[in-house]
């Protein structure tokens, strides 16, 4: 089925319809109404959970190399429809049609690396001194519940359905309310790759109709969610009333260190070249850019050349590199961040406004500022947008504190060209991930997540299906 407009996915049938009245869904290029999607209600929530028990009763008990064929045949569903997700994807958010394609080759590829995954789940097997065997077993946790933002709408719930339907679990999926469209095609590959009725369903609408009932579900064993610090501090107080396991990758607020012995006009390039990817809402982003004073002013006119050569534009032009923000409370927040920074004596170096003539959407220059000092809120408030705060730091040891500032630990970066230095840095970033001179660190095969407020648990890598997994150990003695 392709279709032209939202489609929930309940019990292996789509409907135009549910329980709740229906939800606009606005471009972020030009504030019009692109569709409205169908939304739900706790009823269509406790409909979906019945589908989801007798599909766990059943999808746990399929081997594991058939799991991985129904997971590499999703694949090849996804890539038939990548014109057609890029496209929703595109308009739903606003970011470049050019560069929307890469995120779904990256979600094809969490299908097939988990595809791999769901053929090596073997157990283990020891000798027991007492006498007989130590069975080592991995189970599926139960019905999971997947809650994901709309800023990378393909890959963020693939990483979690792919690694659920891996291990044997079923997984119920609320996206964000603002992506429904790229939802519904991500959807209809599953279904057309060939996972079984109630294995694999989505429920559009507002969080406050549905999450309370998912949350209130003992049958709901596991939840997975990719959002703000905010709401997965909400959502683990929940979890606590039904003992659900948890993995969350909340908010980040990433640092970047950029050494004089760097190729500095290079990490400069590179640093603008991810800082405004997706108009900065991105959630390893770069955010906060401690230069060493030496280097600061190279640094800064290369990072001033790099963003002022982006086109803002419509998500549909060719010509356009960085789109709008998708949503105006985003837009607001930056020119906030903006002001204040300005008002604690941060200078603009670039960007820091609406562009000139561009009055629909939610268009922001890309803004630089140099000088944000330590008490600036952009210093300690993730902007997730086109806003990069620059400071010069002296001492490495002076650099390393000022990046480990914040409660959060999700990703870090550092440039330099000393190997030495680079196993300082790496040792010294409090993070999840990091980036030595290089931003590449999402892949399929290895892990992705957080520390401390950023999150726990890991997507990707082999650490990933473990968290779809209960671990049973049986002690087999023969008379």
């Not at 419509?314 to 607001?332: F, I, N, V, W, Y």
């Not at 959060?408 to 980036?435: C, N, P, Q, V």
């Not at 990707?460 to 003695?477: P, S, W």
Request: aromatic residues 6%; negative net charge; hydrophobic residues 45%.
């Amino acid at each position: 089925m392709m279709t032209d407009q939202p489609h929930l996915l309940m019990g292996g049938e789509f409907r135009v319809k549910g329980s709740a009245p229906p939800i606009p869904v606005i471009n972020p290029c030009t504030s019009e109404i692109l569709w409205e999607q169908p939304a739900c209600t706790a009823n269509d929530v406790a409909e979906a959970l019945a589908h989801a028990r007798a599909a766990q009763a059943s999808w746990s008990q399929v081997h594991g190399w058939e799991r991985g064929r129904v997971l590499r045949s999703i694949a090849s569903e996804m890539r038939a429809r990548r014109g057609a997700i890029a496209k929703a994807l595109s308009l739903e958010i606003g970011r470049p049609l050019s560069q929307s394609e890469g995120e779904v080759n990256a979600a094809i590829e969490q299908f097939e690396w988990f595809a791999g995954e769901a053929e090596r789940l073997f157990g283990d097997s020891l000798f027991s001194r007492q006498g007989g065997r130590l069975l080592t077993d991995h189970e599926p946790v139960g019905i999971v519940a997947a809650f994901t933002a709309w800023n990378f709408p393909v890959n963020l719930p693939v990483r979690k359905i792919a690694p659920a339907l891996a291990a044997g679990c079923v997984v119920i999926v609320r996206p964000s309310e603002q992506v429904p469209m790229t939802s519904t095609l991500i959807a209809e590959a599953c279904v057309a790759g060939g996972a079984p009725a109630g294995v694999v369903q989505f429920l559009f609408g507002r969080a406050e109709q549905i999450t309370p009932a998912l949350m209130d579900a003992e049958d709901v064993r596991k939840i997975s969610l990719t959002g703000s610090t905010r709401v997965g501090q909400m959502l683990m107080a929940d979890a606590a009333r039904t003992m659900k396991r948890c993995s969350m990758e909340l908010g980040g607020h990433s640092p970047v260190i950029v050494c004089a012995d760097s190729d500095v006009e290079k990490a400069a390039s590179q640093c603008a070249a991810f800082k405004f990817r997706n108009a900065g809402q991105v959630c390893i982003a770069p955010n906060r850019f401690f230069v060493e004073a030496s280097a600061l002013n190279r640094f800064l006119e290369k990072f001033k050349a790099e963003a002022e050569t982006l086109v803002l534009g419509d998500s549909q032009d060719p010509l356009t590199t960085m789109g709008p923000l998708t949503l105006d409370s985003g837009r607001q927040k930056i020119e906030r961040l903006v002001a204040d920074a300005q008002a604690c004596g941060g200078r603009i170096v670039a960007g820091g406004k609406r562009p000139t003539g561009m009055n629909a959407g939610y268009f922001m220059e890309p803004t630089i500022m140099a000088d944000v000092p330590p008490e600036a809120a952009v210093m300690r408030e993730e902007p997730f947008g086109p806003l990069a705060a620059v400071a010069s730091f002296t001492t490495l040891e002076e650099a390393l504190a000022r990046a480990n500032s914040t409660p959060y630990g999700l990703a870090a970066y550092a440039f330099t060209g000393d190997s030495a230095k680079s196993e300082t840095i790496s040792r010294g970033l409090k993070a999840g991930m990091i980036g030595l001179n290089t931003f590449l660190i999402a892949h399929a095969e290895a892990p992705f997540g957080g520390i401390n407020h950023s999150g726990m648990g890991r997507e990707g890598g082999r650490e990933a299906i473990r968290d779809y997994q209960n671990t049973k150990l049986t002690h087999m003695m023969w008379n």
